[in-house]
């Protein structure tokens, strides 16, 4: 619960500060066509559910994220008001457009306290009005920094991984994505390193400007102490600076290092846990 309060509390921050900063400067946080926005975005938002897209902030831009997944599960019911009575896996980050091309971002997970750092960049696109493409890579560690019986300063709390996003776009409607991912080190919590190698596959379907559709599954395609396949789905809502998700997923990983891991439940049957992320786009010059 207490959880809860400093989520609701960061997210009226960012709220009020955005709105102070968008009367005084005007509707600069907007998301707006401009002689910095890349040429080609194919999703809207930079991350569908969990899996990363190629679609890349503006320059100087910040985007805050607060996402939520519930431990108790749909099928829990009423008596949890189907999971949102929480407790709740817990993500923050703060990612900031370095150039059109580049981006940097931190975050935070309260499972095992892990702290994510990563850089994602462009490096290919191709503007067709049949099939278009676009390619970006990200690379970056995971720390954990409270993990029963490790020191945060062991080797072992450290993971590292690398994918790439490989996006299209059909109709201009369904925008599809492939994501392959390397984990170094998929369990902290074993003597031996294991990895581990994925093939996420996003696609979603946008029904208007402001309302989409949307599925993941990131399957393993072979690696050490895999657990089960993540599998999400949902809706994006799209209002000016705001993404506004809900979703539902056999996974309450939310960090990237843990979610590649894979999922401790199967997906399907009394595994689905309902969640929510709310990112907010920011300009402050």
């Not at 946080?29 to 975005?41: D, F, G, H, I, V």
Request: charged share 15%.
């Amino acid at each position: 619960m207490e959880s809860l309060k400093i989520s609701a509390a960061a997210l009226l921050l960012v709220i009020t500060a955005s709105v102070t900063h968008a009367q005084s400067t005007g509707p600069s946080w907007k998301r707006s066509e401009s002689r910095s926005t890349p040429a080609l975005q194919l999703f809207h938002a930079n991350h569908a559910i969990n899996l990363p897209t190629a679609t890349m902030l503006r320059r100087q831009t910040f985007e805050f994220e607060i996402a939520h997944r519930f431990f108790p599960t749909i099928e829990s019911g009423h008596e949890v008001l189907f999971g949102l009575d929480g407790p709740a896996a817990i993500r923050f980050a703060l990612t900031y457009g370095v150039s059109d091309r580049l981006a940097v971002t931190l975050g935070r997970s309260n499972l095992n306290d892990n702290v994510d750092l990563s850089i994602k960049g462009r490096v290919f696109e191709l503007a067709s009005s049949s099939l278009p493409v676009l390619v970006g890579v990200q690379a970056g560690t995971g720390w954990n920094t409270e993990v029963l019986g490790l020191s945060d300063t062991d080797s072992r709390a450290f993971q590292f991984y690398f994918r790439a996003m490989i996006n299209t776009m059909f109709a201009k409607r369904l925008a599809l994505g492939l994501v392959p991912a390397y984990l170094y080190n998929t369990n902290v919590r074993s003597a031996d390193t294991e990895e581990i190698i994925t093939l996420g596959v996003i696609a979603q379907y946008y029904v208007s400007p402001l309302l989409s559709l949307m599925a993941e599954w990131d399957p393993s395609l072979g690696g050490d102490d895999y657990l089960h396949d993540p599998v999400s789905w949902g809706i994006e809502l799209e209002t000016g600076g705001h993404f506004f998700k809900l979703a539902v997923s056999n996974s309450t990983r939310l960090n990237p290092s843990q979610y590649i891991a894979g999922s401790d439940d199967p997906a399907g049957g009394r595994y689905w846990h309902l969640g929510f992320s709310i990112t907010r786009l920011l300009k402050f010059w």
